[in-house]
């Protein structure tokens, strides 16, 4: 049968441009091939705990991978996991969650992320479902039924729950059934491929074995590698404050691209934009802080428009460069009786107003040129420096941190 599917070759490249690891790698291939010659499109499987507000561009690794294979010609099966989240994803946790969400919390924020997740993956052409539109029907023999399917020998597999359980940290019987719901989300939309990162490999291997005792095909597992936060270390996440929201603004996106450590510009450019690998190389080869704003303007891009990515690096060039003041100067009070005495300090005044976090801080900054006063950015020239303090005076630590006195 002839169908509109590229070739496997074409296909593979696509697909495994910034993937991590696929079990098991060669069925794949005969997965797609099978698809391109019956014309019946692959089923492509991620699931979604709405546990927040915030989609951030560590979700959208997989959600792109999803727009990838749709765009191939594939079905996209979204899971909305809102009996899930009910438990919390034990994945990379040393302790249980000391807070489970409500179901109304969970479905509040499930129409949330469903508005941020479809500026990423078409959803006219997705399958969206919710987890509890099964569990939600299970019987208690159901659901024992379900768990009689894996040991805790099976459980205990899970490096999360093996750390645990070698430090002698509590493991809840509910976190344990997390694996097995999300493996079973596989056996009812039937699933031949799902996307996620490299933490969920023993959830995905468990819903092959279920899918395998319901006599379904069985799903491939095509995983990410987890993208690192601001901080160039730690896996990107809202609660580390290290991450990048797909709906803040254009200009807070830049601000904060611009924050990132130039070791992991590669993986942002592999994992969150289509530039190919060889022209990525180049232009981390040349200026890095250029290639910088490239990456944030290609992201941004994708999130709001080309005509707003430009306006933010316009505005973070102006703005840091020193060509223009910053239009969102915060105002920081200052308790006018510290000057009975006459002008404050440097040092004094740097700390008063929370711009820097102690005195030693404060000294370095001056020494180090940078600390300025006033639209002009005069620099403060000595720790004593005596300072006349007046109301809306414009204080600067660095390049990033600035307020204006507000005196009460």
């Known amino acids: 049968m002839s169908t509109n599917f590229p070739s496997v070759e074409e296909q593979l490249q696509i697909i495994t441009r910034g993937i991590e690891k696929i079990v098991p790698h060669d069925e794949l291939r005969r997965k797609l091939q099978l698809s391109k010659d019956t014309g019946v499109p692959l089923r492509i499987k991620y699931g ?28 996209a099966v979204i899971i909305i996991g809102n009996y899930t989240a009910l438990v919390g994803d034990p994945s990379g946790r040393d302790e249980a969650r000391s807070k489970r969400l409500t179901e109304a919390e969970v479905e509040s924020n499930a129409a949330t992320y469903l508005a941020q997740v479809g500026k990423i993956v078409d959803l006219s052409r997705a399958e969206v479902h919710r987890n509890g539109d099964w569990f939600g029907q299970m019987s208690f023999a159901k659901v024992l039924a379900l768990c009689g399917r894996v040991t805790v020998a099976q459980l205990l597999t899970r490096d999360d729950f093996a750390k645990r359980y070698r430090d002698e940290k509590a493991i809840f019987l509910h976190e344990c059934l997390y694996p097995v719901m999300q493996a079973w989300d596989s056996v009812e939309i039937r699933s031949d491929v799902e996307l996620g990162g490299t933490e969920q490999l023993y959830s995905f291997m468990l819903a092959r074995d279920l899918q395998a005792q319901e006599n379904l095909n069985q799903q491939i597992a095509v995983m990410s590698p987890i993208l690192v936060g601001l901080d160039g270390a730690r896996r990107m996440g809202k609660s580390l404050g290290n991450y990048i929201g797909i709906s803040e603004s254009p200009y807070d996106m830049m601000k904060k691209f611009m924050q990132l450590p130039d070791a992991v510009m590669k993986m942002y450019f592999e994992l969150l934009t289509e530039v190919p690998l060889d022209e990525v190389d180049r232009l981390l080869a040349g200026h890095l802080k250029e290639a910088k704003v490239t990456l944030a303007k290609l992201v941004i891009a994708q999130y709001h428009s080309t005509a707003d990515a430009e306006t933010a690096a316009a505005r973070w060039q102006a703005e840091i460069g020193g060509e223009a003041l910053p239009t969102d100067i915060p105002e920081v009070a200052l308790d006018a009786t510290l000057l009975t005495d006459g002008p404050l300090a440097a040092v004094k005044l740097l700390t008063a107003l929370n711009l820097c976090p102690s005195n030693g801080e404060a000294r370095r900054l001056i020494q180090g040129s940078g600390a300025k006063l006033g639209e002009e950015k005069t620099t403060i020239a000595t720790h004593d420096q005596q300072i006349e303090v007046t109301d809306g005076l414009l204080v600067w630590a660095g390049k990033k941190k600035y307020c204006r006195v507000k005196l009460i």
Do not use: A, N, S, Y
């Not at 709405?50 to 727009?67: A, C, E, Q, S, Y």
């Open 48 to 75: 979604i705990d709405p546990t927040g507000i915030d989609v951030h561009l560590g979700h959208t690794v997989p959600l792109r991978k999803m727009r990838q294979f749709q765009e191939l010609g594939h079905q």
